[in-house]
């Protein structure tokens, strides 16, 4: 078992900042594929951004590129996600995930946190 608990959402003014973070309990970890995912108001749940094991493999959505970037310190058991530049369409309930070593979907998810862009 995994579990995951957000932080650091809140609101900030387009073209502003934030940092989440994500910390997590168990053994698995250090292992997994580690994801950020994001929910806004009356839409479905989209990727936005991964990182395996190794903090070398990334991967983000094509619309957060360049101004997301995700990291890992497996000694803490959390995952970041720092995010520049943000804009009003980046409002959203912000997920993070792991996918265990050898799963082909990510099986553990936080509880959320909300991020709100304001024009």
């Known amino acids: 078992q995994v579990r995951l608990v957000e932080s650091g959402g809140g609101s900030v003014q387009a073209g502003g900042s934030l940092g989440l973070s994500c910390a997590a309990s168990?053994?698995?970890?250090?292992?997994?594929?580690l994801g950020w995912f994001r929910q806004a108001p009356g839409k479905e749940r989209e990727f936005v951004a991964g990182i395996g094991w190794s903090s070398g493999d990334t991967s983000y959505a094509d619309s957060v590129k360049g101004r997301f970037t995700i990291s890992r310190v497996n000694a803490k058991s959390t995952v970041y996600l720092q995010m520049n530049s943000l804009k009003p369409e980046d409002t959203a309930v912000y997920f993070c995930a792991c996918r265990p070593r050898g799963y082909s979907d990510y099986e553990y998810w936080g509880q959320g946190t909300q991020v709100t862009v304001s024009s």
């Open positions: 168990g053994q698995t970890f250090r292992t997994a594929r």
